[in-house]
T-cell receptor, first 109, second 114 residues
Framework: SQQGEEDPQALSIQEGENATMNCSYK?????LQWYRQNSGRGLVHLIL?????REKHSGRLRVTLDTSKKSSSLLITASRAADTASYFCASGDTDKLIFGTGTRLQVFP | NAGVTQTPKFQVLKTGQSMTLQCAQDMNHNSMYWYRQDPGMGLRLIYY???????DKGEVPNGYNVSRLNKREFSLRLESAAPSQTSVYFCASSLLASSYNEQFFGPGTRLTVL
């Protein structure tokens, strides 16, 4: 399988805390995307970071990319109960995405 | 805009039965995708269609066929369902078949094969 791995598989935190999840991928990439999936729903795109970028911010999201280690991290700052969801990285091959196995985030009020 | 729609939402089949999952998008996207999602496995690409008139295999195409009916619609067919095909199926679309494009997902079809 070409799938990437995400770490941790599950994460539980309190509201207001930061959540960090990591992604490792196997092949060289053009870019890496992060998606969120609420329970029982489809995935929603969060952010894209290109292979020549090291860090990118969007609101409370901060993504880093280390192509030498084939890894990326997603940081959600000041988490809210509404951030409870599964988060997936997707590494960009030429014309398609290869998704990781996901991190389940639970944010307690 | 409805975005990406999928029918049915739920389906139970017996081994050996056939069925077609329907997907439609109203965003004038060129590319469409079918994924399956299994516990602990993330999403795996079954087939995709970079543009109307073309289809290509993804990572797990065995046991499936697809039809890009027109620009809006992309169907997935199981000719002879097997218990290993029990999964949640997602359709997605993107403006172009480029990994730089974000993909928009439908709500999924939960399929159980007995």
């Amino acid at each position: 399988s070409q799938q990437g791995e995400e770490d941790p598989q599950a994460l539980s935190i309190q509201e207001g805390e930061n959540a960090t999840m990591n992604c490792s991928y196997k092949t060289s990439i053009n870019n890496l995307q992060w998606y969120r999936q609420n329970s029982g729903r489809g995935l929603v795109h969060l952010i894209l970071i290109r292979s020549n970028e090291r860090e990118k911010h969007s609101g409370r999201l901060r993504v880093t990319l280390d192509t030498s280690k084939k890894s990326s991290s997603l940081l959600i700052t000041a988490s809210r109960a509404a951030d409870t969801a599964s988060y997936f990285c997707a590494s960009g091959d030429t014309d398609k995405l290869i998704f990781g196995t996901g991190t389940r985030l639970q944010v307690f009020p | 805009n409805a975005g990406v729609t999928q029918t049915p939402k739920f389906q139970v089949l017996k081994t050996g039965q056939s069925m077609t999952l329907q997907c439609a998008q109203d965003m004038n996207h060129n590319s469409m995708y079918w994924y399956r999602q299994d516990p602990g496995m993330g999403l795996r690409l079954i087939y995709y269609s970079a543009s109307e008139g073309t289809t290509d295999k993804g990572e797990v195409p065995n046991g499936y066929n697809v039809s890009r009916l027109n620009k809006r619609e992309f169907s997935l067919r199981l000719e002879s369902a097997a218990p290993s095909q029990t999964s949640v199926y997602f359709c997605a679309s993107s403006l172009l078949a480029s990994s730089y494009n974000e993909q928009f997902f439908g709500p999924g079809t939960r399929l159980t094969v007995l």
